[in-house]
């Protein structure tokens, strides 16, 4: 069974730094695309970035420049380093990831539970 699990999320004061981790666990075939979205109590999930299994990156641009995704394909793990933290940015905080797992011969979207990042003023 494929699991992802976030970590690091918390309380920071504006202009704080965090470091999310996501670590996708069980009998996986391939990860393609890796992503973080964010939801904002009221507010639609949103895209924040992405990064293929090539290390193409993609990020939405209310964090370009501040955020950086990264991840480690040999332990299926993604990162989201988390600087110049903004009020604004406060959201829960998802992982995703587009994967085919061994027993399966498509892709398909599988998604954390979630992580709460709060940033005072």
């Known amino acids: 069974q494929v699991q992802l699990v976030e970590s690091g999320g918390g309380l920071v004061q504006a202009g704080g730094s965090l470091r999310l981790s996501c670590a996708a666990s069980?009998?996986?075939?391939?990860?393609?695309?890796m992503s973080w979205y964010r939801q904002a109590p009221g507010k639609q999930r949103e895209l924040v970035a992405a990064?293929?299994?090539?290390?193409?990156?993609n990020y939405a641009d209310s964090v370009k420049g501040r955020f950086t995704i990264s991840r480690d394909n040999t332990e299926n793990t993604v990162y989201l380093q988390m600087n110049s933290l903004k009020p604004q940015d406060t959201a829960v905080y998802y992982c995703?990831?587009?994967?085919?797992?061994?027993?399966?011969?498509?892709?398909?979207?599988?998604w954390g539970q979630g992580t709460q990042v709060t940033v005072s003023s």
């Open positions: 995703a990831a587009d994967l085919r797992p061994e027993k399966l011969v498509e892709f398909r979207d599988y």
């Open positions: 069980g009998n996986i075939f391939r990860i393609n695309v």
């Open positions: 990064i293929t299994s090539g290390g193409t990156t």
